[in-house]
């Protein structure tokens, strides 16, 4: 599983992301669930997640209503099959309002050019 730490930081609130090619919601579950054995995300407010499937979209938000939808959006939208997203919060006592929206889509954007993922969910054979 890749993991990018410490993504960005507002009023106090941090983020991370991470993901891993997954082909279940049972193999999503299990991959949060090891992701979470690390104490650091143990702790964390919200580890929302997304997977498109050729079943159909699976989600979870974790408490950070509407955060699963931005993942799964931003999949779809780059044609991202069978690769699991975390996006986790920690939440720093501020409320963010619709940034948190914006966190999430920046969180998933660094993960997606980190992984080297192309449109179709393979990474990339590009040299840059």
Request: include cysteine; charged fraction near 25%; aromatic fraction near 6%.
């Amino acid at each position: 599983m890749l993991t990018l730490d410490n993504i960005l930081t507002d009023r106090g609130s941090k983020y991370a992301v991470s993901g891993a090619p997954c082909a279940s919601e049972e193999e999503a579950k299990t991959l949060v669930k090891t992701l979470k054995k690390q104490k650091k995300f143990a702790k964390a407010t919200h580890n929302t997640w997304g997977l498109l499937l050729g079943s159909g979209p699976v989600k979870n938000d974790d408490g950070e209503s509407g955060a699963g939808n931005v993942i799964l959006r931003m999949l779809e939208r780059d044609e991202i099959r069978d690769h699991l997203v975390i996006v986790t919060r920690w939440y720093g006592g501020k409320h963010l309002g619709g940034d948190r929206f914006r966190h999430v889509q920046t969180a998933v954007r660094a993960y997606l050019d980190a992984a080297n993922l192309t449109s179709t969910g393979c990474p990339s054979t590009r040299a840059d």
